[in-house]
């Protein structure tokens, strides 16, 4: 079975601080896809990033980073020089990545962050 | 291109009484997933609709109930509502055998009364 656990229930930071959300999780597939996704107010779900399991390779995109290590089954999220805007609750998924699986995603219990200004 | 629709965006009903939440997939996108969101569980995986045919379903009572049309829209339907399925459905779509990125709608929320 598939779990990940986002261990950090509610983070709040200072405009312009980084912060680093983090991410465990576990699965017995060998092959299997990462994500992150963000949740404002509103209620939709906005797709940040997704990450295969055979590239580890991290990623940088503007403000946002990612750090993923297989050896410690961790994806971890970073934003760097917080904003205001930021403010949402950040989700952790994982799916199966053999062809013909579904794209059932499993969620951890998501983190609040807070940017104050 | 327009995104997920879902429709109603909120709803009340009594208990006993049954919902149909609808959604709009992404054109071009086949898969069509359900999640219930709820401030104790979190985001629960209801189920997955591709080309009509369900593929995987979570661990929910058989109240819950769901289809796919041929234009890939989808509906979901609770029957016998308790106040516990109070949360908010949220939809996505995919464009389907693998997972890729899932694009989601607003969600509709449900209170139960």
């Known amino acids: 079975a598939q779990k990940v656990t986002q261990a950090q229930t509610e983070i709040s930071v200072v405009e312009k601080e980084d912060v680093t959300l983090d991410c465990v999780y576990e699965?017995?597939?060998?092959?299997?896809?990462l994500f992150w996704y963000k949740q404002p107010p509103s209620g939709e779900l906005v797709f940040l990033i997704r990450r295969n399991s055979f590239d580890e390779q991290n990623e940088i995109s503007g403000r946002y980073s990612w750090n993923f290590q297989k050896s410690t089954s961790s994806f971890n999220f970073t934003i760097t020089a917080s904003q205001v805007v930021d403010s949402a609750v950040y989700f952790c998924a994982l799916s199966e990545a053999r062809p013909g699986a579904n794209s059932k995603l499993t969620f951890g219990k998501g983190i609040t962050l807070s940017v104050r200004p | 291109k327009a995104g997920v629709t879902q429709t109603p965006r909120y709803l009340i009903k009594t208990r006993g009484q049954q919902v149909t939440l609808s959604c709009s997939p992404i054109?071009?996108?086949?898969?069509v997933s359900w999640y219930q969101q709820t401030p104790g569980q979190g985001l629960q995986f209801l189920f997955e609709?591709?080309?009509?045919?369900?593929?995987n379903k979570g661990n929910f009572p058989g109240r819950f109930s769901g289809r796919q049309f041929s234009n890939s829209r989808s509906e979901m339907n609770v029957s016998t509502l308790e106040l516990g399925d109070s949360a908010l459905y949220l939809c996505a779509s995919s464009r389907g055998q693998v997972a890729t990125e899932a694009f989601f709608g607003q969600g509709t929320r449900l209170t139960v009364v």
């Open positions: 054109s071009g996108h086949r898969s």
């Open positions: 699965t017995r597939d060998t092959t299997y896809y």
């Open positions: 609709y591709f080309s009509e045919t369900q593929r």
